[in-house]
């Protein structure tokens, strides 16, 4: 790039005259100095968005940078909403922050422009996850709260969550209302920066012990802990805030054999030891997984920065450590929570669980069986918070997720919560070793009794303007002409979450979808599965959620029918042409 266009010289100025720090001013001078025009154009070119679930974006000086401006900008437009909404009230909220290189500094930030429109703030004194974050909005009868994460991105990256009354972040219309005061603000000088001491409030341990005492009061097992209270449990916080937490609520469960991987038990915002401190992701779980070697544990478990997502590892029958995926998680943490309040005698008939539509349709049949409401969302964890509050004291929420490693047991919190999560995946562990059985075989058992699923993601990138462009007229031709058969199954519906209808491909004879519109188009086959085209929302990708189903004949079979499955998969994907 041989010069900057006028636009983007023009807010560069404004930041170089602007009421903005000294520093900030020197480090984009220094790129101006330097022709780093690339870098500059791709900092300024645009306003950081403020979108449905608030800032995300990589550090540094710039209106599209996370920095001191953008977050003040953020939390002045939420305060302007939150006085607005609330006139006559007084207003509270929690603000929280992770691990991540700034987050405390940008947690500060956030409190001190909230105390300064005269907001009462309750700031954890040092990091939390993020359902700490929330359940504290909850506690402490707040009407927002905010937190600083940006999950498990890598570590350029900082973001801001921002939550509502209920400890869930907003949906609509509240969002659109939240990012409409954001936008509206139109120069740095209309942000109170201004601390008042008197409006802000440290708190910390005290909640924790709440939070941990009403997690302990869900356990539905506690008589097999006691009996399995030496299960070996090996736990990685990939150098985030979980370690704060999640020992602690083993801990209090009854698990005496908790071994920390010690190379990640500190927090640290460079995530030393991983490419991306992600526990999807196999890489990240190597520490943890090797220590589960030396040691011959039960179980494994990882939590991201935020610990709001975990994944595990466990044993298979050849004594070797398999990751499960988030559908398989979550699957089993549904069967177990079902079959153990049936156990107990607390169904009533008054239950409920949710998952998101992409998420695993095992989980379906298991409530099915069980006679157990099963209430489908869109997907992101806030359309289960809502319905979870427009619930709350009519029905009981036994638990939920999605399959990107989200889950959630009880009421305490709006979002998903790896502490609980961690808790719930160790007691139902010692339940099944309780049995004599182990946490991979009673995945089998739960195959052979309700169909062996088996999902994929599969993502497809489509980079540019023209890629934008491809995946749109896809989906256009989805719509207009779905495929007849994929994977050599008929296709009998297709529900189209962007029209709200669903056409059973028989009959041509349609139904309404009672969700809120998003661009997602599911195939529903005649044996049973179902494949999701979803553009994502913030990557030029289009992502193909592939979820088949077979039989499982017997234990035995259970390598060969996961390969028949897998193959399937690649078939639906070639018919549909990846």
Request: a negative charge.
């Amino acid at each position: 790039m041989q010069e900057l266009e006028p636009a983007i010289l023009q807010k560069i100025n404004t930041w170089l005259n602007g009421n903005y720090d000294a520093d900030v001013k020197q480090a984009i001078q220094k790129l101006l100095d330097e022709k780093a025009y690339t870098e500059l154009t791709d900092s300024f070119y645009k306003d950081l968005e403020f979108g449905t679930g608030g800032l995300r974006g990589t550090m540094g000086p710039g209106s599209n940078r996370v920095n001191k401006y953008t977050i003040g900008t953020a939390t002045q437009g939420l305060a302007n909403h939150l006085k607005k909404t609330y006139p006559n009230e007084k207003i509270k909220v929690a603000i929280a922050h992770d691990s991540r290189n700034n987050a405390d500094l940008f947690a500060r930030i956030t409190a001190e422009v909230f105390s300064a429109n005269g907001i009462h703030v309750y700031f954890f004194k040092a990091l939390r996850p993020t359902p700490e974050l929330s359940f504290a909005v909850r506690h402490l009868g707040c009407k927002s709260g905010v937190m600083l994460t940006a999950s498990h991105n890598p570590k350029e990256y900082n973001g801001y969550k921002a939550y509502g009354a209920d400890g869930g972040q907003f949906v609509s219309p509240e969002d659109t209302a939240v990012m409409s005061e954001v936008a509206a603000i139109g120069s740095i000088d209309e942000v109170k920066f201004t601390r008042v001491d008197d409006n802000i409030e440290l708190i910390g341990e005290e909640i924790d012990q709440l939070y941990l005492d009403k997690i302990v009061e869900l356990s539905v097992s506690p008589e097999a802990i006691k009996r399995q209270k030496d299960l070996k449990i090996v736990y990685s916080p990939i150098h985030g805030t979980g370690i704060t937490l999640v020992p602690k609520a083993l801990q209090m469960f009854g698990f005496e054999n908790v071994i920390i991987v010690d190379e990640q038990a500190t927090p640290d915002g460079n995530f030393p030891t991983v490419v991306y401190p992600n526990p999807e992701e196999k890489e990240a779980l190597t520490l943890a997984l090797k220590k589960a070697q030396e040691v011959d544990a039960d179980l494994v478990l990882a939590t991201d920065p935020d610990a709001d997502r975990v994944g595990i590892a466990v044993k298979n029958t050849e004594n070797e450590f398999i990751l499960l995926n988030g559908n398989q998680t979550g699957s089993m943490l549904i069967n177990y929570l079902l079959t153990a309040w049936q156990e107990s005698g607390k169904l009533t008939g008054k239950e409920y669980i949710v998952k998101t539509i992409v998420t695993s349709n095992l989980i379906d049949t298991i409530a099915k069986a069980k006679n157990v409401t099963c209430y489908n969302t869109l997907t992101g964890f806030k359309y289960i918070g809502e319905l979870m509050t427009k619930l709350e004291g009519k029905a009981t929420f036994i638990g939920g997720g999605e399959e990107s490693y989200g889950y959630l047991i009880g009421e305490l919190v709006r979002d998903k919560d790896a502490v609980v999560s961690s808790a719930f995946i160790a007691e139902m562990t010692a339940y099944y070793k309780d049995k004599g059985s182990s946490l991979f075989e009673a995945l089998i058992e739960t195959y052979l009794e309700y169909g062996f699923y088996k999902e994929k993601l599969v993502s497809v990138t489509k980079k540019g303007k023209t890629g934008a462009e491809e995946i749109k007229a896809m989906m256009a031709q989805y719509r207009s002409t779905p495929p007849a058969t994929l994977g050599g199954s008929k296709v009998v519906a297709l529900k189209d979450y962007e029209y709200s209808v669903e056409t059973d491909l028989n009959t041509n004879s349609t139904k309404p979808i009672d969700l809120p519109q998003s661009d997602v188009l599911q195939f529903v086959l005649a044996d049973g599965s179902i494949i999701s085209a979803r553009p994502s929302g913030t990557e030029p990708k289009i992502k193909f959620y592939c979820s088949v189903k077979g039989t499982l004949a017997s234990k035995a079979a259970y390598k060969e029918t996961e390969q028949q499955l897998d193959q399937k998969i690649d078939a639906i994907m070639k018919d549909l042409g990846f």
